[in-house]
């Protein structure tokens, strides 16, 4: 497979494990994927769905099994390859039980797995729920609501690491001439760095107070390629190993959440942080606009992969690489 380099470009992590049982499925490790409206979440989960399909048919040791439940994933997977982006999942609307995707790779000592259940819910329900449940509100809730508030936060709790995903593409929001401020009367502001920081907040202050730290926070950036022309003058290096460059983009364009992440590994020097800058080609016409499935010209057409090799057929055209290099990085803390 020409375009998959083993082994990934990061070093292997081999951290030490706390228990943490799941409630639907016997795996020691698990990683939550979270974020906010809007930044990408079930098109990076499908993408790292068809990244382990790719890496199930060249690595002999490694398997993986999608874990659905009552979510889309399979339906993500098949609709990307067939050239079209997921609908974003709607903040304060109801969410799916838990889902997500079981690693295992077979080692000579034995078989590692680790879990990623995926919240299929908006980030700022889980920041509101969270909070609610940690204050004991549950007459603002309701018995079904502080119930779901129980839920995820659970799901938060029983997690060793976190996956966030953020989006790069509303990274320099005050330079496009937009106004910030809330979309509605739930707060959620328009900058994802400020969403983004609150989430993350709650999420920290929640794991020390049930003092179980992170293992690792995983950051996915998603649509990367938005910023080509913002980037390429810079020469940022995306692919140092010490990451130094995309450190400094996140103190630039996300600095509260980086911010925040900072503040935590310092109280938490055991904390690994790892970014992963990733995109996904859409076509574009002659005069570089992009192709669109609709007339109002929101349904983005995702690029299909330009190659000769049988198993790139009705492959999106994205960063793979990084994707195997994400998935591989997950595999250093299974147990």
């Known amino acids: 497979m020409p375009n998959l380099k083993l082994p990934s470009i990061f070093p292997k992590i081999q951290p030490q494990s706390i228990y943490a049982s799941s409630k639907l499925y016997e795996c020691k490790t ?3 994927l979270i974020g906010s409206v809007g930044s990408g979440k079930s098109t990076t989960v499908g993408l790292m769905g068809i990244t382990t399909q790719t890496l199930s048919a060249i690595d002999p040791s490694f398997v993986c099994r999608i874990l659905e439940r009552n979510s889309n994933i399979y339906g993500d997977m098949s609709n990307i390859r067939s050239g079209h982006f997921p609908e974003k999942t709607v903040a304060f609307d109801s969410f799916a039980t838990e889902a997500g995707i079981l690693l295992s790779k ?6 590692k797995k680790i879990q990623i259940p995926v919240c299929d819910v908006a980030g700022e329900d889980l920041q509101f729920l969270i909070r609610q449940y940690r204050d004991h509100i549950s007459t603002d809730l309701g018995n079904a609501a502080f119930n779901a508030a129980k839920r995820l936060t659970d ?3 029983e997690s060793e690491g976190i996956i966030v995903i953020e989006d790069a593409s509303r990274a320099i929001i005050g330079r496009r001439g937009e106004q910030l401020k809330s979309e509605d009367d739930k707060h959620l502001h328009k900058d994802p760095d400020v969403n983004l920081v609150r989430i993350l907040n709650d999420i920290f202050d929640y794991k020390d107070q049930i003092k179980k730290p992170l293992k690792a926070i995983l950051i996915v950036i998603t649509k990367w390629d938005e910023l080509k022309d913002l980037v390429e003058p810079l020469n940022l290096n995306i692919l ?5 460059d995309l450190i400094l983009f996140m103190d630039t364009c996300f600095p509260s959440v980086s911010q925040a992440i900072k503040s935590y590994q310092n109280d938490h020097p055991d904390t ?3 970014y992963f800058p990733t995109y996904v080609e ?3 016409n002659a005069d570089n ?3 669109t499935w609709d007339k109002e010209g929101k349904q983005y057409k995702i690029k299909p992969k330009q190659s000769h090799e049988i198993m790139d057929l009705r492959k999106p055209s994205y960063s793979e690489q990084i994707f195997a290099d994400l998935v591989y990085c997950l595999l250093g803390f299974a147990n």
């Open 272 to 274: 690994v942080i790892r």
């Open 30 to 32: 698990r990683f939550s």
């Open 240 to 244: 140092r190993p010490d990451q130094r």
């Open 289 to 291: 606009t992009p192709k």
């Open 155 to 157: 799901y938060v709790k």
């Open 106 to 111: 077979k080692y000579w000592r034995g078989t």
């Open 282 to 284: 859409v076509e574009r």
